[in-house]
């Protein structure tokens, strides 16, 4: 089964910053990768697919890069309203998908 | 508008039975992939189980293969998750997930979840 690592587990930021979280799979997925936002009691949403198509109504600070093992999430300007966990989601080996194991993004 | 709704949660002790539904709306049921997806308290996210539109595939994760069943009926919009010989490890939120569009393999669309506990 393929693997999905995130880095880092958990990060602090302030509204402003400039944050990225890594994904690495333990095989080379192509660009079969997707990007979600949980925030607590919620429902996943997602925010990118296909490693870098943003998701209609999602917000352009958000973007996403990478192919083969290697991905980022990028939010360039961080918002109040982003502190939430971001999990990772590969579907290369679809239906049997994997997430990450999430980074929860807190308040500095 | 895409709605999913899940319900029958609830606390069984292990061993026990239970099954989930998710009633569908604002979409043809009949021309998506259904899935199941999990949350333990505190954890991430886990891939249980899917069923292609016409029920002619399914596909179950390991951790659950066996014990659990996933079924559907287009007619009534509804897709469903038998839990048989439930485990403490199978405690979790479990989300009812739709597939972006047709066989994407990332989902686009989740219900608000359901609680399934399982304690003596």
């Known amino acids: 089964a393929i693997q999905l690592t995130q880095s880092p587990s958990s990060l602090s930021a302030s509204v402003g910053d400039r944050v990225t979280i890594t994904c690495r799979a333990s095989?080379?997925?192509?660009?079969?990768l997707a990007w979600y936002q949980q925030k607590p009691g919620k429902a996943p949403k997602l925010l990118i697919y296909?490693?870098?198509s943003l998701e209609s109504g999602v917000p352009s600070r958000f973007s996403g890069s990478g192919s083969g093992t290697d991905f980022t999430l990028t939010i360039s300007s961080l918002q109040p309203e982003d502190f939430a966990t971001y999990y990772c989601?590969?579907?290369?080996?679809?239906?049997?998908?994997?997430f990450g194991g999430g980074t929860k993004v807190e308040i500095k | 508008e895409v709605q999913l709704v899940e319900s029958g949660g609830g606390l069984v002790k292990p061993g026990g039975s239970l099954r989930l539904s998710c009633a569908a709306s604002?979409?043809?049921?009949?021309?998506?992939?259904m899935n199941w997806v999990r949350q333990a308290p505190g954890k991430g996210l886990e891939w249980v189980s899917s069923?292609?539109?016409?029920?002619?595939?399914?596909y179950y994760a390991d951790s659950v293969k066996g014990r659990f069943t996933i079924s559907r009926d287009n007619a009534k919009n509804s897709l469903y998750l038998q839990m048989n010989s439930l485990r403490a490890e199978d405690t979790a939120v479990y989300y009812c997930?739709?597939?972006?569009?047709?066989?994407?393999?990332?989902?686009?669309?989740w219900g608000q979840g359901t609680l399934v506990t399982v304690s003596s």
């Open positions: 604002g979409f043809t049921f009949s021309s998506y992939s």
């Open positions: 095989q080379g997925i192509s660009s079969a």
């Open positions: 997930a739709r597939d972006y569009d047709i066989l994407t393999g990332y989902y686009g669309y």
């Open positions: 069923i292609s539109s016409s029920s002619s595939y399914i």
């Open positions: 296909d490693a870098s």
């Open positions: 989601q590969q579907f290369n080996s679809y239906p049997w998908l994997t």
